[in-house]
């Protein structure tokens, strides 16, 4: 199976602040990488897919990049609606593997 | 409008199967190139991917619960049908279904709310 490591596990930020989050797969996924928000209590939401493209209706400020076995979020601006847990996944092979999340908190 | 709506148990004993149903809207079951998927998160914990079945009835599941899981689909109702046997404490968590298209490179772009499914004597 293939690992997804995200890092930070958490993090503290202040609205307006530019946010990364990183995601190591243990081998090369090529561009099959996908990043989630969940707020608590709430199904994840899709932002990014295939590394880099914004899904439909998700701001602009969340961007991805990254491609093989390193990827990023990017969070520019960050808004008080983005507090929440972020999760990377891989779509490249079955099984599906998710990494552990990663928490953004407010500062 | 795509939805997705699991259904099943909210208690469930040790040892007893746990059958959960998605039931989809928006969208057929038999469009090409998409799929459904059963992941479940315990509270406070990350996701967890269980099983996942394609439009052409192709079936695939976690490498360490495969002995437990089934997945099977029913086009004419618009469901997809997760049981698990032999349920543990450990199993206690919520349960989503989600729908991913080749178009998003199989990405999970439509989620259910999720189900609380406990396990307890």
């Known amino acids: 199976d293939i690992q997804m490591t995200q890092s930070p596990s958490s993090l503290s930020a202040s609205v307006g602040d530019t946010v990364t989050i990183t995601c190591r797969a243990s081998?090369?996924?090529?561009?099959?990488l996908n990043w989630y928000q969940q707020k608590p209590g709430k199904a994840p939401n899709l932002l990014i897919y295939a590394a880099s493209s914004l899904q439909s209706g998700v701001p602009s400020r969340f961007s991805g990049s990254g491609s093989g076995t390193d990827f990023t979020l990017t969070i520019t601006s960050l808004q008080p609606e983005d507090f929440a847990t972020y999760y990377c996944?891989?779509?490249?092979?079955?099984?599906?593997?998710f990494g552990q999340g990663t928490k953004v908190e407010i500062k | 409008q795509v939805t997705l709506k699991e259904s099943g148990p909210v208690l469930v004993k040790p040892t007893e199967t746990l059958t959960l149903t998605c039931t989809v809207s928006g969208f057929s079951l038999s469009n090409a190139r998409m799929g459904v998927s059963w992941i479940r998160q315990p509270s406070g914990k990350a996701l967890e991917w269980l099983a996942h079945i394609f439009s052409n009835d192709e079936k695939s599941y976690n490498t360490s619960l495969k002995s437990r899981l089934t997945i099977s689909k029913d086009t004419s109702k618009s469901q997809v049908v997760l049981t698990m046997t032999n349920m543990d404490p450990v199993d206690t968590a919520t349960y989503f279904c989600?729908?991913?298209?080749?178009?998003?490179?199989?990405?999970?772009?439509?989620w259910g709310q999720g189900t609380l499914v406990t396990v307890s004597s």
């Open positions: 081998q090369s996924i090529s561009s099959y």
């Open positions: 996944q891989q779509s490249y092979t079955i099984p599906r593997t």
């Open positions: 989600a729908r991913s298209l080749s178009g998003t490179y199989y990405a999970f772009d439509s």
